[in-house]
């Protein structure tokens, strides 16, 4: 069936959907989030993997006061007080730094990938002078103006189109294959040099999904074989895919390693900006 990002079956309740998944996907499927700590040390952890796996990884300290100062010169509160105010911390940090990794400057193109309702093309265009577009597959299909609608993995757009994309919290709602399929789009529809954001990028020592069934089953959602699938009723989403080091090395980087230079980027101090954050890595890939 056609996609639809959030389709709810408001007939049936998540006890009855999860049953149906069960059905479908056996012993793969199980109630509640697996063991995440965000821990020092399972961070730690996390890093030795994917230097294990020759993934580069960096540590980042979040300057706080940039962050402040990002805060105040885009005035959330006032222009956007609706906007992911039930998470503002999480939400506002991710785009602050995806704004300070893109690094985008006057002339440069960039794009917000699966942007849904973000306003941030436009801030980030205020705020650095370049040329943004947001995109998102529940847009209608083509450009429209600064709109990009379709698949992020096949966009209506030149070769060497952007010089910077980002994609805040969005690549693990990429179902089946699209999330390969997309990196390697970007390698085409990025410049030489060009730079790609991702973040959070969600790591777990073992591969997994989360899912709400009451969106996934009526979606009719195909997950990944061989991989566990959490349930979680407040999770109201059909999809989020959390990477192991092996499954990030497998599927993004490996098959991209000739196109773009990778690196993981962990935010040392992120806790310190509230404790309800919990975008701890990030995903780079700059285009060789």
Known sequence: MPYKYQLHDEKTKFEENLEILKERKGH????????????????????????????RVERF???????????????????????????????????????????????????????????????????????????DLMYKPGIRGREIGGDASGMPVSDNFFDKAFAACSLEHFEEESDINFISEMGRALKPGGKLVVLPLYLHKKPFVVTDPRYSVPGNVKFDEGIDIHCVETYQNRHGRFYSPETLNKRLILPNKDVFKFRVLYFENFRDIDKTVYCRFALEAVKK
């Open 61 to 135: 300290i979040i300057d706080k006061t940039g962050y402040e100062d990002y805060l105040s010169k885009v005035r959330y509160k006032k222009k956007f007080p609706k906007y992911y105010s039930f998470n503002f911390p999480e939400k506002t940090l991710e785009y602050y730094l995806a704004y300070t990794l893109i690094a985008p400057s006057k002339g440069e193109v960039f794009v917000d990938i699966a942007a849904e309702n973000s306003p941030h093309y436009k801030e980030f265009e205020k705020l650095s002078g370049a040329r943004g577009y947001k995109q």
């Open 28 to 55: 793969e499927v199980f109630l509640g989030w697996p063991g995440i700590t965000y821990s020092e040390s399972e961070n730690r952890g996390l890093m030795e993997k994917l230097e294990a796996l020759d993934i």
